[in-house]
């Protein structure tokens, strides 16, 4: 999900907050947040992986693999693709997150 994306599957202030999307939330479909054409089969296999009931996701590695072998791609996925998405992406995965204004002391609110 995060490679088609960017993003974490659920996301959240807290670890509780994050926790409870994974329990009770379903997942926005990759093709809502990827700003990369997603193929409507690999979203469909993405989201029955995500599944809450196991039964429902691929049963094996196998299943999977002939699942994806039958994604056609409206363009190639190359290298050079791969490496200018994560010079995209990599800066939100070194950035650190911003401070909470709520926690920051009044004197760490003048400097910030």
Request: proline share 12%.
């Amino acid at each position: 999900y995060y490679l088609l994306t960017g993003a974490p599957v659920f996301e959240g202030t807290t670890p509780m907050q994050v926790f409870a999307q994974h329990l009770q939330a379903e997942p926005v479909p990759p093709s809502y947040r990827s700003e990369l054409p997603i193929p409507a089969e690999l979203d469909a296999l993405i989201l029955d992986c995500l599944d809450k009931d196991p039964a429902r996701r691929p049963a094996s590695i196998d299943e999977f693999l002939r699942r994806l072998d039958r994604v056609s791609l409206t363009r190639p996925w190359t290298n050079a693709a791969a490496r200018q998405w994560w010079e995209r992406h990599l800066v939100d995965l070194a950035a650190p997150p911003a401070p909470d204004p709520s926690r920051l002391q009044t004197s760490q609110l003048a400097v910030a």
